[in-house]
């Protein structure tokens, strides 16, 4: 529509996707619409996309946040931006596709967690995705988690939001809004909601990727027996969570936890900070660890 082409720039509305990208199968199906491997006809090249029917004006608003934010975005660790398209009220958002799908994922399908270099690796990767996120883009992600976490075929970790929580937010001004899967939210991020003066901001996000490490680590996040409406209560009321066998985890492991999960937004450490942690500095090699998962999720699947 004439609207649609002035406002946005990111947005192709005069031609049809279908004519470029043809569909291989569906890879997901969210509350915001479904999500298909898709294969450009011209380079052959395997693509994710997010196909959000009747789309109105104002969803389109929305879901231009998130076109600018991924647009701009131009780092190894965040998920590249190929096109996007309002065609027939018909939104596609179309990205780079992850063959080893997200980390939760594949911890399921192993049913097992991962081990000290694997962690090392994921979540330094993931620090650099959030360093340039804050500093570059002054993005929250304020849903981080393995589940936001993806694979390329070749071990790469490429960061991603498919509850579409991140949104912009400069650097003095605060976010107030309340946003996030449960079980990884900050204690802050939880008290915004009762008390309206709070506020959080980056740090939450450094909150939530401690938590991810001991999801890592123990394939589930800490309170995850209890009921989500249960757990921002708990996550406030209780000391920061821990490792439940820290004995089987180095001391620099143990030390990164204790530096990301303080209650106290202020003394959390940033993500700058963090990647010269001794946890992750440590940490000089490749993405091996990784690919050797990935090759036992793809055994896994041959053998059954
Ligand atoms: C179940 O098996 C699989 C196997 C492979 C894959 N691979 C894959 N590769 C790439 N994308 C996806 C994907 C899956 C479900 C939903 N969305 C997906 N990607 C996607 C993500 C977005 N948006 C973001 O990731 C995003 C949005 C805002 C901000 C950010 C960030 F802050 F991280 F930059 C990231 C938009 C459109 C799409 C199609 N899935 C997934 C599941």
Redo the contacts with the bound molecule.
């Keep these: 529509s004439q609207s649609a082409k002035k406002k946005h720039s990111n947005l192709v509305t005069d031609k049809d996707p279908t004519l470029t990208w043809e569909i291989v199968n569906e ?2 199906d ?1 509350a915001f619409g479904k ?1 298909y491997k898709v294969r450009n006809k011209q380079s052959g090249i395997l693509a ?3 196909i959000v029917e009747k789309c109105t004006e104002e969803e389109l608003d929305d879901y231009m946040i ?1 076109i600018d ?2 647009s701009e ?1 131009n780092h190894k660790n ?2 590249k931006f190929y096109e996007a398209y309002f065609f027939d009220t018909k939104l596609w ?10 980390v939760d ?1 594949i911890m399921f399908d192993l049913d097992k967690p991962l081990n000290e270099p694997q962690i090392q690796y994921i979540i330094r990767e993931t620090l650099e ?1 959030l360093c340039y ?1 804050h500093e570059n883009c002054f ?1 929250i ?1 304020r849903d981080m988690k393995a589940g ?1 976490i ?1 694979l390329a075929e070749n071990g790469q970790v490429k ?4 509850g ?1 929580s ?1 949104k912009n937010s400069s650097l003095i001004q605060r976010r107030y809004s309340f946003i996030g899967t449960p079980y990884w939210m900050s204690p802050e991020i939880i008290a915004c909601e009762t008390d309206k003066e709070m506020s959080y901001d980056y740090k939450t996000d450094i909150w939530s990727l401690g938590v991810t490490c001991i999801e890592l680590a123990e394939k589930e996040p800490p309170h995850n027996e209890l009921n989500p409406n249960r757990v921002m209560m708990k996550i406030r009321k209780s000391d920061s969570p821990k490792l439940k066998h820290p004995n089987q985890w180095s001391k620099n492991f143990q030390d990164f936890l204790t530096k990301c999960l303080n209650k106290n937004p202020d003394e959390r450490l940033t993500a700058r900070d963090l990647l010269k942690h001794p946890f992750i500095a440590s940490y000089t090699g490749d993405e091996k660890p990784v690919k050797l998962l990935l090759g036992e999720k793809n055994a896994d699947i041959n053998v059954v």
């Design positions: 890879i997901g969210g999500v994710a996309a997010k998130e934010i991924l975005c965040i998920l958002i179309i990205i780079e596709f992850c063959s080893g799908g997200a994922n995705a996120l993005v992600h936001n993806l960061l991603a939001d498919f579409v991140a």
